[in-house]
């Protein structure tokens, strides 16, 4: 960003959009916005409360379970569509359904099915997340060299091999690309299936604070999560750029 | 011996006198879809020991029928005798060197010399302990430790030969290998190769579009038609190699043979 021809880097645009958060909320333009300072001041109070902390790692769980069934899921899934003809015919139609679906409307029915506990989020994080994770699996697959292939074959290799080594390395930056999005996808998942819920993790704590209205916590949980959502993807994001060298030395 | 008595009696003659032919392909045929027709009847004979290249218009086949050979793409009639064995796969005996390297982008250059011998199961220092030597041999110590993407096409080719030749296997086929590397470092490559060969004692199938390197490295010269390729000639020049590198290139039979491909290929060209 450029103001008056100064490059400012980008946490001088956040303590922009924070100013105007702060005069915002100092001028009480509606109820819902606290002001900044307040909201940062429930973040270090959150941070000291034991509810916080047993919420975090309820959400945390369901979210690394669910990512965790979703890149065991959808890693094979990918590769078998990417890899068989028959099999992207077959499974490639609903692959991409689900995901551009809404898939959010399905969560009651997932309540119905798994119970109103932690179980239902879990599989939350996975339909959300696995979907991408498999089509981004299957590009990978479609792009890796053939003559390379051909050379793993030439020395010996096992189906087995290849599959399980060959295959998935080569199309290493493409997976890590769905996995970054499958990701950001999850975070959305554990949100909106611990809110359904609404008594495990922070959607428990969601529940509580916006029933009684209490908008600088409410927004200090929302930080957070926003927080984790951008560390995590921005980590992927970390090991895909070290592997850039190697994804751009392919073809 | 027992192996050759299994083979089918018409060829037994051809088999028992002299014996000298480590590959042998008889009647190859291959198509691709009802469209292309990519090899008809093509029989040949690769003696041991020896760098034979199979050279032709572009299209005519020839990288089809190392691949064949290889044993990565099967043919529609007709075997490939590897050692008086029919070619069902991939063997031990053969290795391949690809025209785009075909590296591991992820594994270093000792990784991927040593990745054949990975495959087959030998252990970590045994394996590296060899790929370091073949590093070496061709010219590429000190860039154990480098990646793919760190290489220029010339060393990456390198490398694949150093993978291929890591494996110790009889026979190596070459697809075009010093096609995407520039005219220096092919001349360079080129008597390299001898150099490597004459140590190493290799049968050698190259594939190339280039009469001047055919000219120059082989002991046997196979002239494909246009497609479908059919064998037109099989060439062998005797050029004198032992006055180095440099002196092949003056010698006269390295000229004709030269001249002999050029008119024999001229006329594919409209």
Known sequence: ?251 | MTQRLARPPRLTLAATTDAPNIVEVRRISKSYGNQIEALRDVSLAFPRGRLTTLLGPSGCGKTTLLKIIAGLIPADAGDVYVNGRVVTGPGPERAFVFQDFALLPWANVLRNVAFGLELRGMAKDEREALAAKYIRDVGLAGFEKRYPHELSGGMKQRVGLARALAVNADVILMDEPFSAVDEQTRRKFQEDLLQLLAVERKTVIFVTHSIEEAAYLSDQIVLLTRRPGTVAKVLEPRIDRSHGPEAVRRDPAYLDAVEEIWAMLKQYLA
């Not at chain 1, 300072?37 to 000291?48: E, F």
């Not at chain 1, 990918?78 to 969560?107: E, H, K, Q, Y």
């Not at chain 1, 699996?137 to 050379?151: F, I």
């Not at chain 1, 299936?193 to 609404?198: A, D, Y």
């Open chain 1, 1 to 251: 960003m450029r103001i008056l021809g100064y490059r400012l880097p980008m946490p001088a645009a956040l303590l922009l959009w924070g100013a105007l958060w702060e005069i915002a909320g100092r001028l009480e333009l509606v109820p819902i916005l606290p002001p900044l300072s307040d909201v940062l001041i429930a973040m270090g109070q959150l941070v000291h409360t034991g509810q916080f902390w047993a919420g975090a790692r309820t959400t945390l769980a369901s979210f690394a379970t669910g990512m965790g069934l979703a890149i065991a899921i959808g890693i094979p899934l990918g590769m078998l569509m990417g890899r068989i003809a028959m099999a992207d015919r077959l499974l490639g139609m609903w692959v991409n359904l689900f995901a551009s679906a809404p898939l959010t409307a399905l969560v009651p029915v997932l309540m119905i099915l798994f119970g109103l506990g932690s179980t239902t989020v879990v599989v939350t994080v996975t339909l959300f997340a696995v979907w991408i994770i498999a089509l981004d699996t299957a590009a990978g697959m479609k792009h890796v060299n053939p003559s390379l292939l051909e050379m793993v074959r030439s020395f010996g290799a096992s189906r087995w091999v290849i599959y399980g080594r060959i295959l998935p390395l080569a199309a290493l930056p493409e997976i890590l690309a769905g996995i970054r999005l499958g990701l950001i996808r999850g975070v959305k998942g554990v949100v909106i299936g611990q809110l359904l819920v609404s008594i495990v993790g922070f959607g428990e704590l969601f529940e509580l604070y916006s029933r009684n209205f209490l908008m600088p916590e409410f927004w200090a949980l929302t930080l957070f999560i926003f927080a984790f959502a951008l560390v995590a993807s921005e980590a992927i994001g970390w090991i895909e750029h070290r592997i850039e060298a190697y994804a751009s030395s392919r073809s």
